[in-house]
Protein backbone atom coordinates (compact mmCIF):
# COMPACT_ATOMS: atom_id res chain seq x y z
CA UNK A 1 0.00 0.00 0.00
CA UNK A 2 1.08 3.25 -0.92
CA UNK A 3 1.20 6.74 1.63
CA UNK A 4 -1.49 8.55 -0.33
CA UNK A 5 -3.14 9.12 2.73
CA UNK A 6 -1.76 12.62 3.80
CA UNK A 7 -3.13 14.01 0.06
CA UNK A 8 -6.24 11.77 0.19
CA UNK A 9 -9.66 11.48 1.20
CA UNK A 10 -9.91 8.53 3.50
CA UNK A 11 -10.65 10.42 6.53
CA UNK A 12 -13.30 12.50 5.14
CA UNK A 13 -15.11 9.73 3.74
CA UNK A 14 -14.82 7.88 6.75
CA UNK A 15 -15.88 10.97 8.99
CA UNK A 16 -18.81 11.44 5.91
CA UNK A 17 -19.91 7.98 5.86
CA UNK A 18 -20.50 8.43 10.12
CA UNK A 19 -22.48 11.32 9.69
CA UNK A 20 -24.73 9.93 6.41
CA UNK A 21 -25.01 7.31 8.83
CA UNK A 22 -26.48 8.99 11.88
CA UNK A 23 -28.80 11.11 9.56
CA UNK A 24 -29.57 7.55 8.22
CA UNK A 25 -30.58 6.54 11.17
CA UNK A 26 -32.74 8.94 12.09
CA UNK A 27 -34.81 9.36 9.00
CA UNK A 28 -35.47 5.27 9.45
CA UNK A 29 -36.65 5.91 13.45
CA UNK A 30 -39.25 8.40 11.99
CA UNK A 31 -40.40 5.86 9.55
CA UNK A 32 -40.50 3.37 12.12
CA UNK A 33 -42.98 5.51 14.38
CA UNK A 34 -44.44 7.95 11.92
CA UNK A 35 -44.96 6.35 8.59
CA UNK A 36 -47.91 3.74 9.20
CA UNK A 37 -49.93 6.26 10.87
CA UNK A 38 -49.34 8.79 8.37
CA UNK A 39 -49.31 7.05 4.59
CA UNK A 40 -49.89 3.01 5.85
CA UNK A 41 -52.53 1.08 5.48
CA UNK A 42 -55.07 2.42 7.18
CA UNK A 43 -52.99 6.21 7.61
CA UNK A 44 -54.27 9.34 7.14
CA UNK A 45 -53.30 9.46 3.28
CA UNK A 46 -53.63 5.01 3.02
CA UNK A 47 -50.94 3.76 0.69
CA UNK A 48 -53.57 2.60 -1.57
CA UNK A 49 -54.02 6.16 -2.49
CA UNK A 50 -50.76 6.40 -3.91
CA UNK A 51 -50.57 2.86 -5.47
CA UNK A 52 -54.01 3.76 -7.03
CA UNK A 53 -52.80 7.55 -8.40
CA UNK A 54 -49.15 6.46 -9.35
CA UNK A 55 -47.44 4.45 -11.51
CA UNK A 56 -44.62 2.29 -10.35
CA UNK A 57 -42.09 3.79 -12.72
CA UNK A 58 -43.70 7.28 -12.01
CA UNK A 59 -42.76 6.82 -8.22
CA UNK A 60 -41.35 3.62 -7.65
CA UNK A 61 -41.65 2.00 -4.35
CA UNK A 62 -41.11 -1.15 -2.45
CA UNK A 63 -44.55 -0.68 -1.02
CA UNK A 64 -45.87 0.00 -4.24
CA UNK A 65 -45.27 -4.22 -4.76
CA UNK A 66 -46.02 -5.02 -1.07
CA UNK A 67 -48.57 -2.08 0.18
CA UNK A 68 -48.38 -3.67 3.69
CA UNK A 69 -48.19 -2.04 6.94
CA UNK A 70 -45.81 -5.66 8.11
CA UNK A 71 -43.76 -4.88 5.25
CA UNK A 72 -43.02 -1.09 6.03
CA UNK A 73 -42.84 -1.70 9.64
CA UNK A 74 -39.60 -4.36 8.51
CA UNK A 75 -38.59 -1.54 5.89
CA UNK A 76 -38.15 0.93 8.62
CA UNK A 77 -36.34 -1.48 11.29
CA UNK A 78 -34.00 -2.94 8.85
CA UNK A 79 -33.02 0.45 7.48
CA UNK A 80 -32.36 0.77 11.45
CA UNK A 81 -30.34 -1.73 11.59
CA UNK A 82 -28.45 -1.02 8.24
CA UNK A 83 -27.80 2.67 9.26
CA UNK A 84 -26.38 1.16 12.72
CA UNK A 85 -24.23 -1.22 10.67
CA UNK A 86 -23.01 1.73 8.50
CA UNK A 87 -22.42 3.87 11.69
CA UNK A 88 -19.91 1.20 13.45
CA UNK A 89 -18.14 0.88 9.98
CA UNK A 90 -18.88 -2.94 9.65
CA UNK A 91 -17.62 -2.76 5.89
CA UNK A 92 -14.25 -1.54 7.66
CA UNK A 93 -14.00 -4.97 9.42
CA UNK A 94 -14.26 -6.82 6.24
CA UNK A 95 -11.01 -8.53 4.41
CA UNK A 96 -9.70 -6.09 1.70
CA UNK A 97 -11.04 -7.35 -1.79
CA UNK A 98 -14.80 -7.78 0.59
CA UNK A 99 -14.81 -3.89 1.94
CA UNK A 100 -15.58 -2.08 -0.95
CA UNK A 101 -18.66 -4.38 -2.56
CA UNK A 102 -19.88 -4.80 1.04
CA UNK A 103 -20.34 -0.94 1.38
CA UNK A 104 -21.37 -0.35 -2.24
CA UNK A 105 -24.61 -3.08 -0.93
CA UNK A 106 -24.71 -1.32 2.24
CA UNK A 107 -25.29 2.01 0.95
CA UNK A 108 -26.43 1.06 -1.54
CA UNK A 109 -29.72 -0.87 0.04
CA UNK A 110 -30.52 2.19 2.84
CA UNK A 111 -30.88 4.48 -0.04
CA UNK A 112 -33.31 1.95 -1.83
CA UNK A 113 -35.48 1.46 1.49
CA UNK A 114 -35.57 5.22 2.00
CA UNK A 115 -36.37 5.54 -1.54
CA UNK A 116 -39.28 3.65 -0.93
CA UNK A 117 -40.52 5.93 1.87
CA UNK A 118 -40.29 9.29 0.22
CA UNK A 119 -41.60 8.36 -3.44
CA UNK A 120 -44.85 6.62 -0.94
CA UNK A 121 -45.39 8.62 1.44
CA UNK A 122 -47.35 11.44 -0.17
CA UNK A 123 -47.93 15.09 1.10
CA UNK A 124 -45.88 13.58 4.71
CA UNK A 125 -42.91 12.86 2.74
CA UNK A 126 -42.95 16.41 0.34
CA UNK A 127 -39.80 17.83 1.63
CA UNK A 128 -36.77 19.08 0.09
CA UNK A 129 -34.64 16.93 2.65
CA UNK A 130 -35.86 13.98 1.77
CA UNK A 131 -34.78 14.19 -1.98
CA UNK A 132 -31.05 15.68 -0.59
CA UNK A 133 -31.14 12.75 2.05
CA UNK A 134 -31.61 10.42 -1.33
CA UNK A 135 -29.19 12.33 -3.93
CA UNK A 136 -26.54 12.34 -1.20
CA UNK A 137 -27.00 8.87 -0.08
CA UNK A 138 -26.76 7.73 -3.92
CA UNK A 139 -23.32 9.04 -4.27
CA UNK A 140 -22.03 7.50 -1.10
CA UNK A 141 -22.65 4.25 -2.75
CA UNK A 142 -19.42 5.03 -4.64
CA UNK A 143 -17.07 5.96 -2.07
CA UNK A 144 -16.10 2.48 -0.86
CA UNK A 145 -14.64 1.11 2.07
CA UNK A 146 -11.53 -0.69 3.79
CA UNK A 147 -7.83 0.55 3.02
CA UNK A 148 -8.92 1.94 -0.58
CA UNK A 149 -9.50 6.30 -1.34
CA UNK A 150 -12.67 6.96 -2.24
CA UNK A 151 -12.65 8.03 -5.90
CA UNK A 152 -11.78 11.85 -5.51
CA UNK A 153 -14.36 12.77 -8.35
CA UNK A 154 -17.64 11.29 -5.90
CA UNK A 155 -15.90 13.53 -3.63
CA UNK A 156 -16.38 17.05 -5.72
CA UNK A 157 -20.07 15.18 -6.74
CA UNK A 158 -20.67 15.35 -3.22
CA UNK A 159 -19.22 19.06 -3.22
CA UNK A 160 -21.68 20.06 -6.10
CA UNK A 161 -25.02 19.09 -4.23
CA UNK A 162 -23.67 21.13 -1.21
CA UNK A 163 -23.29 24.15 -3.99
CA UNK A 164 -26.87 23.51 -5.33
CA UNK A 165 -28.03 23.57 -1.51
CA UNK A 166 -26.59 26.30 -0.27
CA UNK A 167 -26.72 28.72 -3.52
CA UNK A 168 -30.22 27.51 -4.37
CA UNK A 169 -31.01 28.73 -1.35
CA UNK A 170 -29.17 31.71 -1.31
CA UNK A 171 -30.86 32.12 -4.75
CA UNK A 172 -34.38 32.25 -3.64
CA UNK A 173 -34.08 33.92 -0.52
CA UNK A 174 -33.00 37.53 -2.69
CA UNK A 175 -35.43 36.95 -5.51
CA UNK A 176 -38.11 36.20 -3.39
CA UNK A 177 -39.51 38.32 -0.42
CA UNK A 178 -38.72 41.82 -0.10
CA UNK A 179 -37.60 41.24 3.17
CA UNK A 180 -34.67 39.50 2.50
CA UNK A 181 -33.48 42.21 0.18
CA UNK A 182 -34.25 45.30 3.11
CA UNK A 183 -33.00 42.93 5.92
CA UNK A 184 -35.50 42.57 8.04
CA UNK A 185 -36.92 38.84 7.30
CA UNK A 186 -35.26 37.37 10.81
CA UNK A 187 -37.64 40.40 12.46
CA UNK A 188 -40.51 38.05 12.83
CA UNK A 189 -38.54 34.37 11.21
CA UNK A 190 -37.79 32.94 14.68
CA UNK A 191 -41.75 33.21 15.98
CA UNK A 192 -43.30 32.16 12.43
CA UNK A 193 -41.22 29.33 11.61
CA UNK A 194 -42.55 25.91 10.94
CA UNK A 195 -41.79 24.48 14.42
CA UNK A 196 -39.52 26.94 17.16
CA UNK A 197 -37.41 25.69 19.33
CA UNK A 198 -35.99 26.68 23.15
CA UNK A 199 -33.30 29.51 21.72
CA UNK A 200 -36.16 30.37 19.61
CA UNK A 201 -37.92 32.86 21.93
CA UNK A 202 -34.66 34.48 22.95
CA UNK A 203 -33.47 34.62 19.27
CA UNK A 204 -36.80 36.73 18.44
CA UNK A 205 -35.67 39.50 21.13
CA UNK A 206 -32.29 40.23 19.77
CA UNK A 207 -31.62 43.50 18.96
CA UNK A 208 -32.72 44.53 15.22
CA UNK A 209 -29.61 45.56 14.17
CA UNK A 210 -27.81 42.19 15.36
CA UNK A 211 -31.20 40.75 12.81
CA UNK A 212 -29.82 42.87 9.75
CA UNK A 213 -26.25 41.77 10.80
CA UNK A 214 -28.08 37.97 10.38
CA UNK A 215 -29.71 38.38 7.34
CA UNK A 216 -26.33 39.98 5.61
CA UNK A 217 -24.71 36.96 7.14
CA UNK A 218 -27.12 34.57 5.57
CA UNK A 219 -26.38 36.65 1.98
CA UNK A 220 -22.65 35.95 2.12
CA UNK A 221 -22.73 32.52 3.58
CA UNK A 222 -25.35 31.08 0.60
CA UNK A 223 -24.20 33.42 -2.24
CA UNK A 224 -20.49 33.79 -1.74
CA UNK A 225 -19.19 31.02 0.53
CA UNK A 226 -20.07 27.88 -1.86
CA UNK A 227 -18.23 28.99 -4.54
CA UNK A 228 -14.85 28.36 -1.83
CA UNK A 229 -16.08 24.62 -1.93
CA UNK A 230 -14.21 24.02 -4.98
CA UNK A 231 -11.24 25.98 -3.99
CA UNK A 232 -7.80 24.96 -3.06
CA UNK A 233 -7.49 24.21 0.15
CA UNK A 234 -7.47 25.37 2.50
CA UNK A 235 -9.84 27.69 1.76
CA UNK A 236 -12.21 24.89 0.52
CA UNK A 237 -12.08 24.13 4.21
CA UNK A 238 -12.72 27.57 5.12
CA UNK A 239 -15.87 27.28 3.40
CA UNK A 240 -17.21 24.08 4.97
CA UNK A 241 -16.08 25.59 8.35
CA UNK A 242 -18.48 28.61 7.85
CA UNK A 243 -21.37 26.52 6.38
CA UNK A 244 -21.08 24.31 9.35
CA UNK A 245 -21.28 27.02 11.09
CA UNK A 246 -24.41 28.80 9.73
CA UNK A 247 -25.99 25.39 9.71
CA UNK A 248 -25.19 24.72 14.02
CA UNK A 249 -26.59 28.52 14.78
CA UNK A 250 -29.90 27.14 12.17
CA UNK A 251 -30.35 24.42 14.77
CA UNK A 252 -29.61 26.35 17.78
CA UNK A 253 -33.03 28.34 17.18
CA UNK A 254 -35.40 26.52 15.42
CA UNK A 255 -36.33 23.14 14.48
CA UNK A 256 -35.80 21.96 10.94
CA UNK A 257 -35.61 18.00 10.66
CA UNK A 258 -33.05 16.58 9.77
CA UNK A 259 -31.91 19.34 6.90
CA UNK A 260 -28.87 21.27 8.87
CA UNK A 261 -27.81 18.12 10.20
CA UNK A 262 -27.43 16.94 6.78
CA UNK A 263 -25.99 19.79 5.21
CA UNK A 264 -23.20 19.91 7.86
CA UNK A 265 -22.20 16.32 6.67
CA UNK A 266 -22.30 17.26 2.43
CA UNK A 267 -19.94 19.67 4.09
CA UNK A 268 -17.20 17.36 5.38
CA UNK A 269 -16.83 17.45 1.68
CA UNK A 270 -15.32 20.12 1.25
CA UNK A 271 -11.98 19.08 4.22
CA UNK A 272 -9.26 17.12 2.88
CA UNK A 273 -7.32 14.58 5.34
CA UNK A 274 -4.20 17.11 5.24
CA UNK A 275 -6.70 19.52 6.59
CA UNK A 276 -8.02 17.30 9.07
CA UNK A 277 -4.67 15.59 10.26
CA UNK A 278 -4.08 19.35 11.62
CA UNK A 279 -6.22 18.72 13.86
CA UNK A 280 -4.54 17.38 17.55
CA UNK A 281 -4.32 13.83 18.19
CA UNK A 282 -6.11 13.34 14.15
CA UNK A 283 -3.84 11.30 12.25
CA UNK A 284 -3.79 9.14 8.60
CA UNK A 285 -3.57 6.08 7.85
CA UNK A 286 -1.61 4.08 5.61
CA UNK A 287 -3.81 3.46 2.13
CA UNK A 288 -4.81 1.78 -0.65
CA UNK A 289 -5.10 3.13 -4.31
CA UNK A 290 -8.87 3.37 -5.38
CA UNK A 291 -9.91 -0.06 -6.94
CA UNK A 292 -10.10 0.57 -10.85
CA UNK A 293 -13.63 -0.96 -11.32
CA UNK A 294 -14.56 1.59 -8.68
CA UNK A 295 -13.26 4.89 -10.27
CA UNK A 296 -14.94 3.61 -13.69
CA UNK A 297 -17.99 3.31 -11.68
CA UNK A 298 -17.34 6.46 -10.50
CA UNK A 299 -16.71 8.42 -14.00
CA UNK A 300 -20.06 6.69 -15.08
CA UNK A 301 -22.04 8.22 -11.82
CA UNK A 302 -20.52 11.80 -12.72
CA UNK A 303 -21.27 11.70 -16.21
CA UNK A 304 -24.79 10.93 -15.05
CA UNK A 305 -25.05 13.45 -12.72
CA UNK A 306 -24.00 16.33 -15.61
CA UNK A 307 -26.67 14.87 -17.35
CA UNK A 308 -28.81 15.32 -15.18
CA UNK A 309 -27.49 18.81 -13.84
CA UNK A 310 -29.19 20.77 -16.85
CA UNK A 311 -32.30 21.18 -15.51
CA UNK A 312 -32.07 21.75 -11.77
CA UNK A 313 -28.27 24.83 -12.92
CA UNK A 314 -31.34 25.93 -15.58
CA UNK A 315 -33.51 26.02 -12.65
CA UNK A 316 -31.23 27.88 -10.01
CA UNK A 317 -29.74 30.41 -13.13
CA UNK A 318 -33.88 31.45 -14.07
CA UNK A 319 -35.94 33.91 -12.07
CA UNK A 320 -38.88 32.06 -12.06
CA UNK A 321 -36.44 29.59 -9.52
CA UNK A 322 -39.06 26.44 -7.95
CA UNK A 323 -37.56 25.13 -4.66
CA UNK A 324 -37.05 21.64 -3.79
CA UNK A 325 -37.81 20.28 -7.20
CA UNK A 326 -37.11 16.49 -8.37
CA UNK A 327 -36.73 15.86 -11.72
CA UNK A 328 -36.82 11.88 -11.82
CA UNK A 329 -38.54 9.21 -9.45
CA UNK A 330 -34.81 8.22 -8.19
CA UNK A 331 -34.27 11.85 -7.05
CA UNK A 332 -30.36 11.90 -8.67
CA UNK A 333 -30.28 15.17 -9.07
CA UNK A 334 -32.76 17.68 -7.88
CA UNK A 335 -33.29 21.84 -7.10
CA UNK A 336 -33.26 22.90 -3.59
CA UNK A 337 -33.82 26.37 -1.59
CA UNK A 338 -35.89 27.16 1.48
CA UNK A 339 -37.25 30.43 2.66
CA UNK A 340 -37.52 32.61 -0.39
CA UNK A 341 -40.86 33.90 1.60
CA UNK A 342 -41.07 34.86 5.36
CA UNK A 343 -44.85 34.79 6.75
CA UNK A 344 -44.78 38.12 9.14
CA UNK A 345 -47.30 36.50 11.41
CA UNK A 346 -48.05 33.29 13.28
CA UNK A 347 -51.18 31.62 12.32
CA UNK A 348 -51.98 28.34 14.39
CA UNK A 349 -54.74 25.86 14.56
CA UNK A 350 -55.67 23.68 17.60
CA UNK A 351 -57.76 20.90 17.60
CA UNK A 352 -59.93 20.48 20.70
CA UNK A 353 -62.54 17.71 21.77
CA UNK A 354 -65.41 17.37 23.88
CA UNK A 355 -67.39 14.31 25.46
CA UNK A 356 -70.84 17.03 25.59
CA UNK A 357 -73.33 16.50 23.17
CA UNK A 358 -74.21 20.05 23.11
CA UNK A 359 -70.83 21.89 24.46
CA UNK A 360 -70.25 25.20 25.50
CA UNK A 361 -66.88 27.04 25.34
CA UNK A 362 -66.17 25.74 28.24
CA UNK A 363 -66.46 22.00 27.30
CA UNK A 364 -63.66 21.99 24.86
CA UNK A 365 -60.21 20.35 25.55
CA UNK A 366 -57.50 21.18 23.15
CA UNK A 367 -55.15 18.26 22.13
CA UNK A 368 -51.34 18.38 22.62
CA UNK A 369 -48.89 18.24 19.65
CA UNK A 370 -45.09 17.39 19.97
CA UNK A 371 -43.59 20.88 18.08
CA UNK A 372 -46.41 22.65 17.62
CA UNK A 373 -47.68 25.32 20.03
CA UNK A 374 -51.32 25.30 21.71
CA UNK A 375 -50.93 25.91 25.63
CA UNK A 376 -49.20 29.82 25.68
CA UNK A 377 -47.62 28.48 28.92
CA UNK A 378 -45.86 25.59 27.36
CA UNK A 379 -41.77 26.50 26.16
CA UNK A 380 -41.06 25.20 23.17
CA UNK A 381 -39.25 21.95 22.66
CA UNK A 382 -36.34 20.75 21.12
CA UNK A 383 -37.09 18.11 18.57
CA UNK A 384 -34.08 18.56 15.45
CA UNK A 385 -32.70 16.91 13.79
CA UNK A 386 -35.87 14.38 14.13
CA UNK A 387 -38.79 15.38 12.05
CA UNK A 388 -42.36 15.97 13.54
CA UNK A 389 -44.17 15.26 10.33
CA UNK A 390 -48.12 15.38 10.97
CA UNK A 391 -46.41 19.18 12.84
CA UNK A 392 -45.25 20.44 9.97
CA UNK A 393 -48.47 20.01 8.06
CA UNK A 394 -50.26 21.42 10.86
CA UNK A 395 -47.88 24.86 9.89
CA UNK A 396 -48.73 24.74 6.24
CA UNK A 397 -52.58 24.40 7.46
CA UNK A 398 -52.60 27.37 9.21
CA UNK A 399 -51.30 29.47 6.61
CA UNK A 400 -55.00 29.36 4.97
CA UNK A 401 -58.02 30.76 6.48
CA UNK A 402 -60.33 27.34 5.33
CA UNK A 403 -58.62 23.76 4.65
CA UNK A 404 -57.75 23.64 0.62
CA UNK A 405 -57.11 20.11 -0.95
CA UNK A 406 -53.63 19.65 0.32
CA UNK A 407 -55.48 19.68 3.34
CA UNK A 408 -57.57 16.37 2.94
CA UNK A 409 -56.03 14.24 5.73
CA UNK A 410 -57.08 16.55 7.76
CA UNK A 411 -60.56 14.69 7.79
CA UNK A 412 -58.90 12.03 8.38
CA UNK A 413 -57.26 13.06 11.18
CA UNK A 414 -60.27 13.89 13.06
CA UNK A 415 -62.07 10.89 12.37
CA UNK A 416 -59.25 8.60 13.60
CA UNK A 417 -59.39 11.34 17.09
CA UNK A 418 -63.10 10.11 17.60
CA UNK A 419 -62.14 7.01 16.85
CA UNK A 420 -59.95 7.33 19.65
CA UNK A 421 -57.36 5.66 17.22
CA UNK A 422 -54.08 4.85 19.20
CA UNK A 423 -51.60 4.90 15.79
CA UNK A 424 -52.97 8.29 15.44
CA UNK A 425 -52.62 9.47 19.30
CA UNK A 426 -48.92 8.38 19.36
CA UNK A 427 -48.51 11.37 16.72
CA UNK A 428 -49.57 13.67 19.40
CA UNK A 429 -47.92 14.70 22.96
CA UNK A 430 -51.08 12.76 24.87
CA UNK A 431 -54.54 12.16 24.59
CA UNK A 432 -56.54 14.53 26.80
CA UNK A 433 -59.39 11.84 26.84
CA UNK A 434 -57.26 9.02 28.30
CA UNK A 435 -58.43 6.32 25.64
CA UNK A 436 -62.22 7.57 25.99
CA UNK A 437 -62.85 8.90 22.85
CA UNK A 438 -64.41 12.20 22.37
CA UNK A 439 -68.14 12.76 20.79
CA UNK A 440 -67.07 16.06 18.69
CA UNK A 441 -63.85 17.34 17.64
CA UNK A 442 -63.33 21.33 15.88
CA UNK A 443 -60.25 22.92 14.52
CA UNK A 444 -60.04 26.22 16.05
CA UNK A 445 -57.81 28.96 14.13
CA UNK A 446 -55.41 31.59 16.15
CA UNK A 447 -52.88 34.06 15.78
CA UNK A 448 -49.66 33.54 17.98
CA UNK A 449 -46.86 35.85 19.06
CA UNK A 450 -44.12 35.66 21.42
CA UNK A 451 -44.59 37.53 24.78
CA UNK A 452 -42.57 40.35 25.20
CA UNK A 453 -40.06 40.18 28.19
CA UNK A 454 -42.10 42.28 29.94
CA UNK A 455 -44.91 40.00 29.32
CA UNK A 456 -43.38 36.82 29.63
CA UNK A 457 -41.72 38.13 32.94
CA UNK A 458 -45.55 39.27 34.20
CA UNK A 459 -46.99 36.01 33.13
CA UNK A 460 -44.46 33.20 32.56
CA UNK A 461 -45.96 32.77 29.26
CA UNK A 462 -44.09 32.42 26.21
CA UNK A 463 -46.84 33.18 23.61
CA UNK A 464 -49.71 35.39 23.16
CA UNK A 465 -52.96 34.38 21.57
CA UNK A 466 -55.74 35.72 19.10
CA UNK A 467 -58.73 33.81 18.18
CA UNK A 468 -59.23 34.40 14.62
CA UNK A 469 -62.27 31.50 13.66
CA UNK A 470 -63.02 28.63 13.17
CA UNK A 471 -61.41 26.57 10.82
CA UNK A 472 -63.54 23.49 10.91
CA UNK A 473 -66.76 23.22 12.82
CA UNK A 474 -67.54 20.69 15.80
CA UNK A 475 -68.29 17.37 14.03
CA UNK A 476 -69.26 13.89 15.18
CA UNK A 477 -67.64 10.70 14.29
CA UNK A 478 -70.90 10.00 11.89
CA UNK A 479 -70.41 12.81 9.89
CA UNK A 480 -67.13 12.25 9.25
CA UNK A 481 -67.58 8.70 8.48
CA UNK A 482 -70.15 9.89 6.28
CA UNK A 483 -67.34 11.82 4.40
CA UNK A 484 -70.26 14.88 4.03
CA UNK A 485 -67.52 17.84 3.21
CA UNK A 486 -66.32 19.72 5.81
CA UNK A 487 -68.51 22.38 7.69
CA UNK A 488 -66.34 25.19 7.71
CA UNK A 489 -65.72 28.03 9.44
CA UNK A 490 -66.56 31.62 8.19
CA UNK A 491 -63.95 33.43 6.29
CA UNK A 492 -62.37 36.01 8.64
Known amino acids: MDPVGAEGYWLVRWLFQRGLAIVYLLAFLVAANQFRPLAGKDGLLPIDDYVAASAFRERPSLFYLLPDDRVIGLAAWAGVAL ?49 MLLETGFLAIFLGAGPAE ?219 FEGQPTDPNERPSQWAPYHLRLDWQLWFAAMRPRPGPRQRWLLSFLESLLEGDEATLSLLEDDPFHGTPPERVRVVRYRYRFTTPAERAETGDWWVRTRLGTYVESTTLAEVRGRRPMRLGPRR
Open 150 to 368: PPMIVIWLLQWVLFRNMFGAGLIKIRGDDCWRDLTCLDYHYETQPIPNPLSWFAHHLPDRFHRLEVLGNHVVELAIPFLYFAPQPYAAVGGVATIGFQLWLMLTGNFAFLNALTIVQAIATFGDGVLTGVPGVSSPVTAPTPTYLEVVALAVAALVAVRSVRPVANMLSQRQVMNTAYDPLHLVNSYGAFGSITSTRYQLVVEGTRASDPDEDDWTAYE
Open 83 to 131: SIAALVGVPYWLPTPYAVPASILLWATMWGLYLSFVNAGQLFYGYGWES
